[in-house]
Structures are given as structure tokens and as C-alpha cells.
């Protein structure tokens, strides 16, 4: 029975190799290897690099904005941002008010603004009795809806231009409200100075 037991190697001593182990043995190693090498090189393939990472962040819309949205707008330019008239919003409020260019210019006021029912400062005249109502109501609608009807119907690319688009208005309103004021004084002089003249002449004779 102990003779028929396997004889154990002592501890240290290496079992012998075949010949063909080694070949096996570098062929594992071999596959490691290029197994290794595939890897890196895919994880040099799927990660960007970090000016590909700066670059792509750059481009990237900001999370949480909308895309396509509004540039910013420059220094001293409020952007108009909403939903109703031709700016995309309503009136502000530091441009509720008086409007002495829709006033005083009335209908010529009306049409460089698109604001239609201003014609009815020109037109209203023209009917009897009630035309003189319809005119005089007019100047005063537009004078206080004017700066709304002007911000809902006509394009401005911020509150600045609208304001300094209706202080010409204004000034221009003004300016010819003098000369009208001049001239309607003039042509009343000439006529009372005609009537005057052919009284003291029929006087006279």
C-alpha cells in the first residue's frame, strides 16, 4: 500500500515543465498584451481631449436657457421681451405719459406710427355738427394713448429710441404749433386790417 502512494515532490522543488508550456505560456502573455493595447487605445478613442471638453462646453447653449435665445443686449439698451405689439411686450411703465408729438400732430402723427384710428383727427372734420366733437376727442385720445398706440404698432429696438424718436415728435409738434399759432395771427391781422381799410375809406367818401 505504500508503495502504490503517489510520491509527492518536496516542498521547493519544481514539478518539470513540457515543451510545449513555454509556447503557451508567451502566447497568453502575447494576448494580454495586445488585449491591453486595444483597451488603451479605444479609451483614447471614446475620451475627448481637454481642449475638445473646453471647446464643446464653450459652444453649448447655458443648461436651463432656452436655444436660439435673445443675444444679450448692449450696455444702456433695455430688450423688449413678451408677448403683445410689435416689440414683443407691453407698454413700460416709465413710458406711460402724455404724448404732445401724437397732440399736436394728430393725423400726420397717426400715419408715421400706424395708428390708424388717428385719421380720424383729419377726416372727422368733414362731417357735420358732430366733426368738430370727433376731432377735438381725438387730439386728446392721442395725446394720452399715444405712447401706447406708438410702442404696439410701430417697430423700436429699445425704450431709449422710442423715447428720443417721440422727444423729436415733440419738438417738431411744437415748432409747427408756433408757426400755425404765427401764421393764423398774421392772416387775421391782414384781414382786420382790410376790413379796416375799406371801412375808413367808404368813411372817407
Known sequence: MENEKELVPPTGVAEPVSATEPMQVAAVTTGVEDASQTQEAGAMTAAPSAEENLSVSAEAPVQGSPVGAVEAAPAGVVPTVGAAGANGSELPDELRGWNWGAFLLTWIWAIAHKTWIGLLSLVGGLIPFVGPVIVLVMWIML????????????????????????????????????????????????IMALLGSAALSEGIQ
Open 143 to 190: 395725446g394720452l394713448k399715444g405712447n401706447e398706440w406708438a410702442w404696439k404698432n410701430r417697430k423700436f429696438a429699445s425704450v431709449e429710441e422710442f423715447k428720443e424718436v417721440q422727444k423729436k415728435w415733440a419738438i417738431w409738434g411744437l415748432v409747427l404749433f408756433i408757426i400755425s399759432i404765427v401764421l393764423t395771427a398774421v392772416f387775421f391781422s391782414m
